[in-house]
Structures are given as C-alpha cells and as structure tokens.
C-alpha cells in the first residue's frame, strides 16, 4: 500500500513537471536580413511570442520561409532564453537575402534604399594554352552556376588561335545514394568537323 501511494506521488509529479516546462517561445531574433523587416519575416514565418514549440516548429517555420522564394538559405535555430527555466525558448531565424546594393531613391525622406541585385553572377576563367601544331590558343570560359537547378553549371568557352571554339557545357553532379564524390555528366554543343553543332556527352 506504501509502495503504491509513493508510485502514485513519483507518476504525478512527473506529469506536473511535463506540464510546467512545456517549452514556450518568449523571443524571436532575425539576423541576416536587409531588405525584409524583421516585422515582415516573423508574419511570413507564422510564429508568435507565446506560442507553443513542438518538435516540428522549427522544420515548419524554415518550411515557410522558403516557400516565400525571398531567400536564398535560411535557418531556424532554437536557444533557451533563461537557464533558470528552460521552458523558455528562443527562436532564431537566420536568412540570406542574396545580392543586394544601394541605390538612391529621389524621395528626399529616404534618399537610399537596398534592393536587390540583378546582375548574371557571371564566373570569368581566362583560357590560355599551346599545342603543337597548332600554335597558341587564348580565350575565356564564362560560368554560371545552379542556372538550371541545383548542381547544375552552365559555360561557355569562347577561344580563338590555334583552337577556334564557342560552345556551351552544361556540366552536373550525379550525387548517387553512398557516393561520397558526385559523378559528373558534361554535354558540350559546339562546331561540328563539317555541318554545324555537335554535341557530346562525358562521364566520369
């Protein structure tokens, strides 16, 4: 009879303290942004102080926020504001917003604001060789990568010399299930040795 009413005590003051340290939001940090208020990413990320952290909050506002398609990363973190009561949680919203520059507005309330860049994120990769035979070849490679998706590049070799060449190469990593070093398929479409482009396929 002893032994059960302690049983009794232990299971209920256990669920009490299940209770007590549900795990609660009581702030809410941004850090990363620029453009976008910390207003404006809070509304989007659907959270407010108050609320209740499961275990799927953090995978479900990260969701969110990149559902918008404003950002290019972003990262949810969850840190305990008080080491007192670790019922109490912060939540870290980490984005990156991408390119962005200044440039002025007219307005002479705001006479500057951020906006974001539109540049091509073009990569340069000078082209210089000899063979013989052949003489020197000179030129450029012009890259730009994730045009087409994720792990996918596109360039354009441009040469002049001894090798005449302009084509595009689509280059794209194979990440296979246990591969520890993605494969690599590149397509190059150029001038063909007699009637206009060809195109080629390596793997390796």
Known sequence: MCAAFVLALTVAAGLSRTTVEQETITAIQVHGNTITSDDEIRRLAGIDIGARVTETTLA????????????????????????????????????????????RSGDPDRPARVVRSRRLGLMFLPLLG??????????VRLARPDIAGRQIRLSFPL?????????????RADRSAGA????????????????????????R
């Open 159 to 171: 040469t002049w010399g001894g090798e005449k060449k302009a084509g595009i190469e689509s280059w």
């Open 180 to 203: 520890p070093i993605p494969s690599t398929t590149r397509t190059t479409i150029g001038p063909g040795s007699g009637c206009g482009p060809s195109a080629r396929s390596l793997r």
């Open 130 to 139: 000899r063979e013989d035979g052949y003489g020197i070849t000179y030129g």
């Open 60 to 103: 479900e506002v990260a969701a969110r926020l990149r559902a918008t398609k404003r950002f290019e990363n972003v990262e949810v973190l969850k840190r305990f504001a008080s080491i007192a009561d670790a019922s109490q949680v912060l939540i870290v919203i980490i984005v990156d917003e991408g390119a962005v520059h200044i440039e």
